[in-house]
DNA sequence: CATACGTCCTGCCAGC
DNA sequence: TGCTGGCAGGACGTAT
């Protein structure tokens, strides 16, 4: 292993090092935006992509422009975590520290249990505004901002909009709405705005398919309107003033 | 406790 | 052509 990048690292660069070498990762997993490398011990290689990051198969696809770890893996090949902006993170977490990581995240929105009920009930619970909502990991796992920006336009709802005001009907609308566009977005294999690839260095295909997420001065897709952009909580938040209307109007 | 905002970092692109 | 400001897929720490 060759750490390039220490300041990418969330376990201290020793322990990083000694709890990975010779282990046999057992399976890969995923829990909102995090992959999960599940070692033989029980311990865990814990890799969150940030905005830039990526996992390379070196030798697979394209070369890693700005590579910050190098594995090196048995009997050969090399997997490169590679990010431009280091916004991401890698950590080695044993059983506990993972079961303590998992319960702080929100439901996965594809689970088989995540009724449409469930939704409502937490967002009646916030007076947040609902894309905000949305990427609060700990109230829903896995959304970010360009499926935020798509479910709530889909769902016909504001994107400023206070979640506590949704109610049921609406709230049933985000739930369909959210689980349509993620399925979608992962048959097409992601959105590549820019940076993303997958291991084999290949680019996602949803990019086509986004409905508002950076097309403001565009027209809806759906009803014609110019589409509009606006920032709140330090994200743009795209939608149809039309199709999803503010409270009260 | 819940919510809001600045910050971390680099690169790209539109506009002047 | 070259510079500058704005903006980018995320999440955390601090302030209110």
């Not at 796992?141 to 016909?156: C, K, P, S, T």
Request: glycine share 12%; with cysteine; net charge positive.
């Amino acid at each position: 292993m060759e750490v390039l990048r220490p300041d990418l690292l969330r376990t201290d660069f020793e322990a990083f090092q000694s709890r990975l070498r010779g282990r046999r990762v057992e399976r890969l997993g995923r829990r909102g935006k995090n992959l999960v490398f599940v070692l033989d011990d029980g311990w865990r290689l814990v890799v969150n992509l940030g905005m830039t990051g990526r996992l390379l198969l070196a030798g697979a696809g394209e070369p890693s422009d700005h590579p910050g770890v190098r594995f090196g893996l048995e009997p050969g090949g090399t997997l490169v975590y590679d990010d431009v902006r280091r916004f991401g993170t890698l950590e080695i977490l044993d059983e506990e520290a993972w079961a303590r990581k998992d319960e702080a995240l929100g439901p996965e929105p594809l689970s088989r249990t995540f009724r449409p009920g469930a939704l409502e009930d937490a967002l009646s619970a916030s007076r947040m505004p609902v894309r905000s909502w949305l990427l609060d990991q700990g109230k829903i796992a896995g959304v970010g901002n360009i499926y935020a920006n798509e479910a709530l336009h889909r769902a016909g709802i504001h994107p400023a909009e206070p979640a506590g005001t949704i109610g049921p009907p609406r709230a049933r609308a985000l739930h369909g709405a959210l689980r349509e566009v993620l399925t979608e977005a992962v048959e097409a294999r992601g959105t590549t705005l820019r940076d993303y690839r997958d291991a084999r260095g290949e680019s996602g295909d949803f990019g086509p398919r986004l409905r508002v997420y950076g097309r403001d001065g565009s027209p809806c897709p759906r009803c014609g309107h110019t589409l509009r952009r606006t920032v709140f909580g330090n994200r743009s938040a795209f939608f149809c003033p039309s199709c999803q209307p503010p409270v009260g109007t």
